[in-house]
């Protein structure tokens, strides 16, 4: 292979902040709030809600991916997507999840372990109701995750879903719907100088929140 693949040069100082000791005292979804404005006040970020979702399959192997997160509170992180995709039915087996978040130009990665169930029906409708029109027949054109012939049989079926709801509401398909990520483990990791990164570990415990620095 030739030299272009040899990436051993590329280093960057990371300064831009720093988690000092009290953050411990504060809750960890306190501080992902306020991570996550930061994120969205950055122009530089042009989805603050892209995540990586890591799901383990049936015969035990890691999968990751981007969703994007459409809604959180101190319950959780929802994402949506097709039940039927590999994903889906990898957590229908396993609902041990991971998301990732990772903004690099501010230097900060959120590590969140959890476990992934079904949000209630009424609330993906809402959410589908919500969407424009375009991605609600997207939605009802994709079986997620087949395996199709070719780009035409996936046009083809847009056209005909097109030209069925042309004049009514598009139905949200019962496959398709949200996750809550309900966490059981937040890290926070900011970039330091010299590798010293920080990083703040935070395990749920018998109903409250441990926080343990880690060292980098
Ligand atoms: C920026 C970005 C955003 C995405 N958002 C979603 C999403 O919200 N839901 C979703 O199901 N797939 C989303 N995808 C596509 C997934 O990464 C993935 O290709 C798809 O969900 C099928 O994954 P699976 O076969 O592992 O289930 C997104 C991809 C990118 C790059």
């Not at 709030?33 to 809600?49: G, R, T, V, Y």
């Not at 900060?108 to 027949?137: C, W």
């Not at 019962?174 to 010293?196: A, I």
Request: hydrophobic share 35%; net charge positive.
């Amino acid at each position: 292979m030739s030299h272009k693949g040899d990436l051993s040069n590329f280093r960057k100082s990371y300064e831009k902040g720093l988690i000092s000791d009290d953050f411990k005292n504060f809750n960890p979804f306190f501080i992902f709030e306020n991570w996550f404005e930061e994120a969205k006040q950055d122009k530089s970020i042009l989805e603050p809600n892209a995540m990586t979702l890591s799901t383990v399959s049936l015969d035990f192997s890691p999968k990751s991916r981007i969703v994007l997160l459409k809604k959180f509170s101190s319950i959780g992180f929802t994402f949506f997507t097709n039940y039927d995709s590999n994903k889906g039915k990898s957590i229908s087996n396993n609902n041990n999840v991971c998301l990732n978040f990772y903004w690099p130009s501010l230097e900060k990665q959120i590590i969140i372990k959890g476990n992934a169930s079904k949000i209630s029906e009424n609330e993906s409708e809402d959410y589908f109701k919500s969407r424009p029109f375009g991605s609600k027949i997207g939605a009802i054109a994709s079986n997620q995750s087949e395996v199709i012939e070719n780009r035409e049989f996936l046009e083809k079926k847009f056209r005909e879903a097109n030209n069925l709801y042309n004049k009514i509401n598009p139905q949200r398909p019962e496959n398709w719907g949200g996750y809550l990520v309900k966490p059981l483990l937040f890290e926070f990791w900011q970039g330091r100088k010299n590798r010293l990164h920080d990083r703040l570990e935070f395990i749920y415990e018998g109903n409250i929140w441990n926080a343990n620095r880690l060292s980098p």
